[in-house]
């Protein structure tokens, strides 16, 4: 998403986030999303709104409780 909206900024946001996104997910998630929510202010025709729906399905598989850290086997889990 954040390629479609900005092109190439060098380091995206898999380089930035993901290893403290596996490590403490309820810290960075909010992050991510407000991020995002930016991002799709710059998309043209309907890409915003299927980025829109895949973070909304995302959110819903979260389910209301995200954990604020994860343990060492569950961040390999998340790998």
Do not use: C
């Not at 996104?21 to 025709?45: D, F, V």
């Not at 409780?65 to 889990?77: A, C, D, G, W, Y």
């Amino acid at each position: 998403m954040q390629y479609a909206a900005l092109g190439d900024v060098g380091a995206g946001v898999i380089q930035r986030y993901y290893t403290a996104t596996s490590q403490t997910p309820a810290l960075l998630i909010g992050r991510l999303i407000a991020n995002a929510k930016n991002h799709l202010n710059k998309l043209e025709g309907g890409l915003g709104f299927w980025y829109e729906d895949k973070i909304a399905e995302t959110m819903s598989a979260l389910g209301d409780s995200i954990p604020k850290t994860l343990t060492l086997e569950k961040q390999s889990l998340f790998a």
